[in-house]
């Protein structure tokens, strides 16, 4: 999940860096999350954007009360840690993005190691359940082969030590 987050954010940045405005990356964004049916992409600008926005910004004061009214945005953003949610029917991933010296280019008002924003998964459990079901049942079937050839071998062994001895 780190990986496809970080992976998110390098395309949202890429656009970034070519001038797209939120719209655009608001759109790219939706068009990675529809590389998976019911997947979610949601990319978060953190206090360190929203003030080199401005406040007067409408989308900041937006941005502001979504922080305020999700608990898991609010705890990540609040302890500085990547989050892991796992609910009955999705698999939820915060990724922290730090502010790096490349980014204090546009974003003046930032300071380097703050978080920038955050790259918000939302995977749809049965993909995410899938994913681990069979890796599950790979191990499993590993399991039952390596319990039979030792039982193999061991039957080998006996059958070889009840033989009896010849001497030539």
């Not at 939120?22 to 529809?34: F, H, Q, V, Y």
């Not at 840690?81 to 930032?110: K, M, P």
Request: aromatic share 6%; net charge positive; hydrophobic share 40%.
């Amino acid at each position: 999940m780190r990986q496809t987050a970080a992976i998110v954010f390098q395309g949202a940045y890429a656009l970034m860096r070519h001038g797209a405005n939120r719209e655009g990356i608001k759109a790219a964004l939706t068009e990675m999350a529809a590389t998976r049916p019911g997947m979610i992409v949601r990319l978060h600008r953190g206090g360190a954007m929203v003030r080199t926005n401005g406040e007067e910004d409408e989308s900041a004061v937006e941005e502001g009360d979504h922080y305020a009214s999700d608990p898991l945005l609010q705890q990540a953003a609040t302890t500085g840690e990547e989050t892991l949610h796992r609910g009955n029917e999705t698999s939820r991933f915060l990724f922290l993005i730090r502010v790096q010296q490349e980014c204090v280019a546009c974003h003046v008002r930032a300071t380097v190691g703050e978080i920038g924003g955050v790259v918000d998964i939302t995977y749809p459990r049965a993909v995410w359940g899938s994913t681990v079901e069979t890796i599950l049942h790979i191990m499993g079937v590993c399991a039952v082969f390596f319990v039979l050839g030792m039982y193999v071998k061991h039957r080998k062994t006996l059958t070889r030590h009840r033989q009896p001895h010849r001497i030539f």
